[in-house]
């Protein structure tokens, strides 16, 4: 339990000369957005994701199956989408490659413009999800989400992908030892899960009792304070901001 707590603890305050430096503390609050998003897309798009592609490949079986309440085209639009912003994400992670802190401000950055665009969609249409802006949104979100999958896996924190827990599950499970072995990394983990949850949780509470721009807001207003964090703490090239090598 003390060492849970102590890596988890570093985790959310790296010491000082810590490799990753301030960039677990930020892809943390990228994976409550998340858990925000994907709130959005499930709860009030209509049954798809646009940061988890594993469920649209099932959700369009279940859908060319006749399955009720799935749309094939929702799928493939959100996973298009994700494709296009993997690509994107791509591009700046090879032109950034050499300093983590500018490639995680630009992808941010990027992120909060196409984020802004869902709120502004959502405030014209007066909170009503019609056909139009059901698939805007899919497209700019899964754009958003596809980004900051490819710059994550550049970024190279371990454990930290930001979009997908099902490896960090895994290892939580498959790490542990039957001797009561340490387990690497299981703090952080445990938050990268409580993340997500809480991202997903925040999100559908929202949904339930307030307004679907709420929401959105919330995960614009992260990813700007990521992309100035980023963009601040990186500033003079500390050691951090080199890839790992």
Do not use: C
Not at 158 to 186: E, K, N, Q
Not at 203 to 218: C, F, K, P, S
């Amino acid at each position: 339990m003390r060492k849970l707590l102590n890596d988890a603890a570093f985790t959310l305050v790296p010491p000082p000369g810590d490799l990753h430096g301030p960039l677990p503390p930020l892809m943390l609050v990228l994976t409550v957005t998340t858990g925000l998003i994907d709130a959005v897309s499930y709860l009030a798009l209509g049954r798809v994701f646009v940061a988890n592609m594993t469920g649209n490949v099932v959700f369009l079986g279940f859908a060319l199956a006749g399955a009720p309440g799935l749309s094939a085209l929702a799928s493939i639009v959100s996973m298009v989408s994700f494709l296009l912003g993997a690509l994107a994400g791509g591009r700046v992670s090879t032109r950034f490659a050499a300093h983590r802190g500018r490639l995680l401000t630009t992808a941010t950055a990027a992120q909060a413009s196409l984020v802004a665009g869902s709120v502004i969609a959502v405030a014209v249409a007066h909170g009503e999800v019609t056909s139009p802006v059901r698939y805007t949104l899919i497209v700019l979100l899964g754009i958003a989400m596809g980004m900051q999958n490819a710059v994550a896996r550049r970024l190279g924190v371990p454990d930290l992908t930001t979009t997908v827990l099902t490896l960090t599950l895994t290892g939580l499970a498959a790490d542990s030892s039957p001797g009561g072995g340490a387990t690497p990394r299981t703090g952080r983990r445990v938050l990268s899960v409580l993340a997500m949850f809480t991202g997903a949780l925040a999100g559908a509470v929202t949904l339930y009792h307030a307004e679907l721009v709420l929401v959105l807001g919330l995960a614009l207003l992260l990813l700007v304070g990521t992309s100035v964090t980023a963009h601040r703490l990186s500033a003079g090239s500390p050691a951090w901001t080199r890839p790992p090598s």
